[in-house]
């Protein structure tokens, strides 16, 4: 029971980990991009980078660390998680007067974690 416990939490925590990561480097990139973008525009954006990075984390670990019988429960509240995790990065980040970006709000931090976790599902050994 231990284990399938720690199994859940490491692909979620996968997720997560990985969206902090790419926030961060948002942030520190930003300057050069500025420039406002549609809605639809970005969300195209953050599913294809999400998509990609779930590509990319299946070379580290490519098998799913959810049993079987769960990979659908994981697919389904695992972007859920991810993307409230997300609104409360934007809240910190509000708090302390930092600018907030697209994926500090749930809509844009469940869509990236969505096409990474889609990734995974589909393609894990």
Do not use: C, T
Not at 29 to 47: L, M, N, S, T
Not at 96 to 102: I, V
Not at 103 to 121: N, W
């Amino acid at each position: 029971m231990l284990e399938f416990i720690f199994q859940i939490l490491g692909e979620f925590l996968l997720q997560i980990v990985i969206e902090i990561f790419v926030e961060l480097g948002f942030h520190s990139i930003r300057e050069p991009f500025r420039r406002e973008v549609d809605p639809p525009v970005a969300i195209a954006g953050y599913a294809i980078f999400g998509a990609v990075l779930g590509g990319l984390s299946l070379l580290v670990i490519p098998h799913l660390l959810v049993p079987e019988r769960w990979r659908i429960l994981n697919l389904l509240l695992s972007p859920v998680i991810a993307g409230l995790v997300m609104v409360g990065v934007g809240a910190l980040r509000s708090r302390k007067g930092q600018p907030l970006l697209r994926i500090d709000r749930f809509a844009y931090g469940y869509i990236f974690a969505l096409a990474f976790a889609v990734v995974r599902f589909q393609f894990a050994m």
